[in-house]
């Protein structure tokens, strides 16, 4: 039986296609009018004062250490419970990454570990919003401000997420956000930049088209040829017109979608509340979650067969499921080229073995949670010991 269920579909509907055929009819493909619409509302969803469309979160997360011109070998403290994005720009800008553990819980960086990893070389800090569960702040912001270390935030999984009632992207650090196919909202691949400082904003926004002082719109747009300078070598990481033309309609449907995914994890929660085989991540006072991933870390004492052959049993049964994640201090980039080991984030190393996250999207129906909550309790009654 192949999957029936799979692990994520987009919500796309017919004013993101027509806005797409409108786009692709209006002859302007890249970086243009549709492009500034979508910088203008995503500014006003997180009432930041710059957003800068990019063709990914990952491009924006560079962009940030680009801009800061750290010397070569300086480090950047981060966690290993992420997608290799977040690390592998330090290591393109001949930066050192050091994880720091993570909170049990959250499985967010553990703010309590992050002064004993820094040296006079650490420069910055990139706090990851681990499922939409934001990072400790005010915790990681002290700590920032007693060593002069800049916050960059991935907030990939984060778009609807609040700190204290104040959104993620306006907390005044640099902030990257995806719009890749399975976040909870999205232009196919696509990121945008939040920032609040001005000069940063637009030293990254020459950076992100080459290094050029002026976009495709404004040599070639509206008012005609105009000449442009270049300074510095920049990227080629600007987003176009045609995941604009998507990301104007998705933007509007956020809350929409939110309601539905808070909808699924009360179910999810509820339902595996009683299963001791199971931890379920908590959600702390502090914290908005955009409820971006449903993991669960299996307590694999409690059960005969381990994680991955929970994972095949689920799937078995026609529904998809993914792994977020097998810690990068464990993978063998890491190990061979930085020397990080398994204890050196026990926490991190304890969950890579254990989680696995199940389907969670505004497109599933109260059926489709039903029986995903049916198949895992399933499994476990089967494998409990
Ligand atoms: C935590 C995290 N950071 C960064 C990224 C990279 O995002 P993008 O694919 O938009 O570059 C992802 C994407 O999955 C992610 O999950």
Redesign the pocket.
């Known amino acids: 039986m192949g999957i029936d269920m799979p692990f994520h579909r987009a919500w796309l509907e017919e004013d993101e296609i027509q806005e797409v055929i409108d786009t692709l009819k209006s002859g302007w493909l890249t970086t243009g009018p549709r492009t500034h619409r979508f910088e203008e509302d995503f500014k006003n969803y997180i009432g930041c004062k710059h957003a800068l469309g990019l063709n990914?979160?990952?491009a924006g997360l560079h962009l940030s250490l680009v801009a800061l011109e750290l010397e070569p070998g300086s480090e950047v403290i981060t966690t290993p419970m992420?997608?290799p994005?977040?690390a592998n720009v330090v290591v393109h800008e001949r930066l050192r990454p050091v994880f720091v553990d993570i909170e049990p819980g959250t499985l967010n960086i553990d703010p309590a570990k992050i002064e004993e990893k820094i040296s006079s070389k650490t420069k910055a800090i990139f706090p990851?919003h681990f499922a939409g569960h934001p990072c400790d702040m005010d915790a990681i912001q002290a700590i920032a401000d007693k060593h002069n270390l800049v916050i960059i935030e991935?907030a990939?999984?984060a778009l609807e997420s609040s700190y204290k009632g104040r959104k993620i992207g306006n907390l005044g650090n640099l902030t990257s956000f995806?719009?890749?196919a399975n976040k909870n909202m999205t232009t196919g691949?696509g990121?945008m930049l939040t920032i609040n400082d001005e000069e940063l904003a637009d030293k990254i926004r020459v950076m992100r088209l080459h290094g050029l002082n002026k976009d495709a719109w404004n040599r070639f747009g509206k008012s005609g040829f105009a000449h442009w300078q270049l300074h510095t070598p920049g990227y080629k990481y600007n987003m176009t017109d045609i995941s604009a033309a998507m990301g104007i309609h998705q933007l509007k449907k956020v809350n929409q979608f939110l309601e539905l995914r808070k909808r699924y994890v009360e179910a999810y929660d509820e339902a595996f509340k009683d299963l001791p085989e199971l931890e379920t991540l908590i959600r702390k006072d502090y914290a908005q979650s955009a409820y971006h991933l449903y993991i669960i870390a299996l307590r694999l004492e409690r059960l005969t067969i381990d994680r991955d052959q929970f994972l095949q049993e689920i799937q078995a049964r026609g529904i998809g499921v993914a792994v977020h994640y097998i810690g990068l201090h464990l993978q063998p980039f890491y190990m061979k080229e930085f020397n990080t080991k398994a204890e050196d984030c026990p926490v991190a190393s304890s969950y890579s073995e254990r989680v696995l996250t199940l389907p969670l999207y505004p497109k599933m129906s109260d059926q489709d949670v039903n029986r995903v909550i049916e198949t895992v309790c399933d499994i476990v009654k089967k494998y409990r010991r």
């Open positions: 990914s979160c990952t992420t997608f994005a977040t990851v991935d990939a999984h995806s719009f890749y691949e990121g």
